[in-house]
């Protein structure tokens, strides 16, 4: 499958796959025009269930994320 085509005679070329290589302007190899080459992003959406969790479950899945959890187990431990 090409990617782009000379606007001058149609020669077909195709990318790199590295669109910062891939763009910009070029010389035919053909016709020996020059043209420029413009990468174009199409968006694509989809969408993902977010769980519910408990707001108590929260809390403690927060805390644990911030490293709470594990400095108050610690310090627990260490008054022991």
């Known amino acids: 499958m090409n990617d782009w085509e000379c606007p001058h005679c149609g020669e077909e070329y195709e990318g790199t796959g590295d669109s910062e290589k891939d763009c910009g302007e070029r010389t035919c190899g053909e016709c020996g ?4 080459v413009v990468v174009e992003y199409e968006a694509t959406y989809f969408a ?8 108590d479950d929260q809390k403690r899945n ?9 400095r108050d187990r610690a310090k627990d431990e260490k008054h022991e």
Do not use: F, M, Q, S
């Open 33 to 36: 025009e020059k043209y420029r």
């Open 48 to 55: 993902e269930a977010v769980e519910w969790t408990a707001p």
């Open 62 to 70: 927060d805390a644990i994320k911030r490293g709470d959890y594990l």
